[in-house]
């Protein structure tokens, strides 16, 4: 069964653990008298998220400060998806990271006016346990689970995972969602949630905080376990309007570049990339972003190689619960591949 924790978290219906992030672009000039050139927008609207696609993001917001983008970009740092879906659905943005479920919401809610550009985030996912006697799926059995991710994809991973060893989420378990990250992190912290589901950099800040938390499964390697048509756990992703993505392709594909070197940077640095993941509030504590981000499978995958990723991990949320991605399946056009 299944009960409510917190309040408001029937507002989460889209949230990610994760965490999520959307990136900037360079700016490609338009030479004077060529009027077939490709028209440029002065400022790109962007939003990213707090969390683990934020972190990959941090590096491209920091070169934005300083001038040294190739265009100019107005960020928006939300809390959670909810706070810009409408502004996506309205069309006000040019480049947001949501999560990949979504994103083909997004796309059907909207007849078509999004594409996706890039998968950012690979699985964040993690169950936590004071005590030390989970140690595979089948060992919560009978046990209470507190999670967060209501009717978003922490929900339908879980239940998916739960499903495929043989475990029903609403009779063989006992799942407590919460409406905050932070509110499941603190009730581990204190000790009053003895197992619970929870993304990076969460993770890190309970583990850290008591030493008695430790990760009991990666959600991540129990998926890859599973015989899902070679999908693999895709949660986060860049998703840029239609308008942006057919008429001002340089922009974009000059973005795509700069952030992939942001990605990588958080990659290689996450000393670096946890101090300004503090300063641009992606994540609290710098020293806990920076100790997070080996978990946090930043990523930029594009083209092709996205949309296999990507409409895999679809196909089977749609087949666990259709109304997960939109109600149906996004077709061929959701995806940006002129990169």
Same mark, same amino acid.
Not at 146 to 156: I, L, R, V
Not at 168 to 175: Q, R, S
Not at 261 to 264: D, F, G, L, P, R
């Given at each position: 069964m299944k009960k409510i924790i917190g309040i408001a978290a029937v507002l989460l219906s889209f949230t990610l653990v994760f965490?999520?992030?959307a990136g900037c672009g360079p700016r490609t000039e338009n030479p004077e008298n060529t009027p077939?050139? %490709?028209p440029k927008k002065e400022t790109l609207k962007v939003f990213t998220?707090?969390?683990p696609t934020g972190l990959g993001m941090c590096e491209l917001m920091e070169s934005n400060e300083k001038g040294e983008t190739s265009n100019k970009y107005d960020f928006t740092v939300a809390g959670s998806p909810d706070e810009i879906t409408g502004e996506i659905i309205a069309g006000r943005f040019d480049i947001a990271a949501v999560p990949v479920n979504l994103a083909a919401v997004l796309y059907n809610k909207?007849?078509?006016e999004i594409r996706l550009a890039a998968v950012n985030t690979l699985g964040v996912l993690y169950v936590l346990e004071n005590g030390g006697t989970v140690h595979s799926v089948e060992d919560l059995r009978g046990k209470t689970i507190?999670?967060?991710?209501?009717?978003?994809? =922490? %929900?339908?991973v879980l239940n998916y995972i739960l499903k495929a060893n043989g475990l029903? =989420? %609403?009779?063989?378990?006992?799942?407590e969602y919460y409406a905050e990250h932070a509110e499941l992190a603190t009730r581990m912290i204190s000790g009053d949630v003895k197992i619970g589901m929870l993304p990076e950099p969460n993770v890190t800040t309970v583990m850290t905080k008591n030493a008695s938390v430790g990760i009991a499964l990666n959600l991540t390697a129990e998926w890859d376990k599973l015989d899902t048509g070679g999908a693999g756990l895709t949660q986060g992703c860049v998703v840029v309007s239609k308008d942006f993505a057919e008429n001002y392709k340089a922009q974009l594909n000059s973005f795509l570049d700069e952030y992939k070197?942001?990605?990588?940077y958080a990659v290689a640095n996450p000393a670096a990339t946890g101090t300004l993941a %503090?300063?641009?509030g992606i994540v609290p504590a710098a020293a806990i972003a920076a100790k997070a981000i080996p978990n946090c499978n930043i990523c930029m995958v594009t083209g092709a190689e996205a949309k296999e990723m990507v409409s895999g991990f679809l196909k089977v949320l749609f087949d666990a619960d259709a109304k997960s991605v939109g109600g149906k399946l996004p077709g061929d056009g959701l995806y940006y591949t002129g990169y």
């Open positions: 965490g999520v992030l077939d050139a %490709e998220l707090k969390g909207t007849g078509g507190g999670a967060t991710g209501q009717g978003s994809t =922490p %929900e339908y029903d =989420p %609403e009779k063989d378990v006992t799942i070197k942001s990605a990588e %503090e300063k641009f």
